[in-house]
């Protein structure tokens, strides 16, 4: 078993539509990020979390702590959405190693 | 503040070259990951260097090595190279001495064994 899964691996949205993507981790950890992939391979770092909740424009991450999990939201998707979103965990007493989730592949058709 | 660069952005090797990829950190940054994303494993830890010494590793062989300059450039180099080492390779900077601190990637350098 994978030290971090995510949920759904392909995820097809129409426009407008509220998506959520799940991460559950079996580590303690420091923190939890999430992050995004465009092709052609640049990863842009969305979120750090360590607990609670964070929103930046409309996208929103959740972390709970106690259950290990971790979920993004994204409001009102738009088609410039469309790339992969990966959770990372970032457990404990290892510096700044990230342990990563396969990925969920979003697209978002007009 | 420039990002995190990468060079080179392409690369093609034949088997059993060797190969070395620099990463140059966000002004400031003392740490220096790197990771390696192929289509079947996805995206895996190699190591950590922080101050010149290396802090973390990965469960990669010995063929993959890395170091850190003085000014927190760093370098990987892959002795040997295997088809299964056609990846992306990215680095990634992180500021502050203790503590959680956010994670900049790089653009990645694709590099392809023959």
């Known amino acids: 078993k994978n030290e971090v899964e995510q949920s759904p691996q392909n995820l097809t949205a129409q426009e407008g539509e509220f998506i959520t993507i799940n991460c559950s981790y079996s580590?303690?950890?420091?923190?939890l990020h999430w992050l995004q992939q465009h092709p052609g391979g640049g990863i842009v770092s969305l979120f750090m979390?360590?607990?609670g909740k964070k929103k930046h424009g409309r996208l929103i991450a959740t972390i709970n702590i106690q259950e290990k999990h971790s979920s993004l939201h994204i409001t009102a998707s738009h088609p410039r959405d469309s790339a992969v979103y990966i959770c990372?965990?970032?457990?404990?007493?290892?510096?700044?190693?990230?342990?990563f989730g396969a990925g969920t592949i979003l697209r978002v058709k007009s | 503040k420039a990002g995190v660069t990468q060079t080179p952005r392409y690369l093609i090797k034949t088997r059993g070259q060797q190969v070395t990829l620099s990463c140059s950190p966000i002004?400031?940054?003392?740490?220096v990951s790197w990771y390696q994303q192929t289509p079947g494993q996805g995206l895996q830890f190699l190591f950590e260097?922080?101050?010149?010494?290396?802090?973390n590793k990965g469960n990669f062989p010995g063929r993959f090595s890395g170091r850190q300059f003085s000014n927190s450039r760093s370098e990987m180099n892959v002795s040997t190279l295997e088809l299964g080492d056609s990846a992306l390779y990215l680095c990634?900077?992180?500021?502050?001495?203790?503590?959680?601190?956010?994670?900049?990637f790089g653009p990645g350098t694709r590099l392809t064994v023959t």
């Open positions: 990634a900077s992180s500021g502050g001495t203790g503590g959680v601190y956010e994670q900049y």
């Open positions: 580590v303690g950890i420091s923190a």
């Open positions: 979390l360590s607990s």
């Open positions: 990372a965990a970032r457990p404990l007493e290892y510096g700044n190693k990230l342990v």
């Open positions: 002004s400031g940054h003392r740490s």
């Open positions: 260097y922080f101050s010149e010494t290396q802090r």
